[in-house]
């Protein structure tokens, strides 16, 4: 089929829609009249995960404490099966994730494990454009081990927004222990190349590690083959596991049998678990870096939805994703040239994650225009739009409509309705 020409009209973004394979998936979310470009936020309810999470109440209201080894998936070993469907989508062997904890609790647990301090070796090196609670975490455990993070935390500085690969790889000096830096940049939406990186920080000694919350879902990985140590993330943005989904976690399958640095109740051998002893055998893989009791209702939704995942595949939802963002990026800097827009995000998507960046100094005004006109982004301080499409739910017609839509709230200076402050919650 031959799309329509012009591939600024609205009859095109039709027609991308009509011939998209991924099509079908729409239908599986409930959505409101708005469009929805927050999903790199929060991602919407599937009908799956719905059916998923009744699915384990029933469990609960049929059988008990029994729920624990009875039902269709038995809580005692959920985490371990939500693990082998996670992953496919981080390129593991299904005994190297778990579902468990949140970002921040994991990066607590990965980091007290392979955090190994020696009086020539003890720096944590990150960069200066991850999320905060990754440098809150790591300032924490450096002070636990009695480090001043002042000098102990060596942070990559960005430019624009944006991280050098080659800075970042100039930074791993013989006194950097560990480092911890984030897939896809929460901000610039920048992939980094955790292969080389991985490789460049093997090459010096130094164990490395990812948080996956902007990439998971979104972008395929292969961390077992490129040797990655570990990783964590969320499964509420892309994943669509609700909000405060537990999280995940992977741990390379080299590392099996070192005991975790947190320990807990779950940390134990499933078999010996309830032998009560006050000595902990530790499970013989990721499961050894869970803590405590699973939280059983925040990761049901994630069964019906990793299965949507998977049979969608990982590959075919990248392929739309950077199609509806190279769409977005068209259509912006044809509509909106003369209204002081900034794209952060890297134009080249080999480079690119799953969402837009715009910079302009009425970010946060504008955000809310575009609520009052029924499309959700979101504001980052201080002056940031995100705009993130999902390949699962939402369409080519959402980006027209959304860059047409700003062209409008721009042209009538609809956003000076709205004070230029972010919400509470942005």
Known sequence: MTLVEDVYS??????????????????????????????????LLSKRAERSLMNVLESWKSFGIDGWTKGDHPWFYMAQELGRKLAPLVGAEGNEVIVTGSTTTNIHQLVSSFYKPTSNRYKILADDATFPSDIYALQSQLKLKGYDPEEALVKVESNDGLLSEEAIITKMKD?????????VLYRSGQILDMERLTLEAHKRGIVIGFDLCHSIG????????????FAMWCNYKHLNGGPGAVGGLYVNQKYFGQEPGLAGWFS???????????ELQADTDAGAYEIGTPHILSMAPLIGSLDMFNEAGIENIRKKSLELTDYMVNLINHELKEYDFVIVSPLDHTKRGAHILLEHKFAASICKALKSNQIIPDFRAPSFIRLGPVALYNTFYDVWKMVHTLKIIMKEEQYKEFENERDVVA
């Open 218 to 229: 979104s972008v395929p990985h292969h961390l077992n083959k490129w040797g990655v140590d």
């Open 175 to 183: 006194d950097i222990a560990l480092i911890l830096l984030p897939s």
């Open 10 to 43: 609205v009859e095109y973004a039709k027609e991308k829609d009509r011939i998209d394979p991924l099509r079908s998936y729409r239908n599986e979310f409930y959505q409101n009249e708005s469009i929805y470009l927050d999903g790199n936020s929060l991602g």
């Open 268 to 278: 134990s051998r499933k078999d010996v678990q309830f032998n009560m002893s006050h």
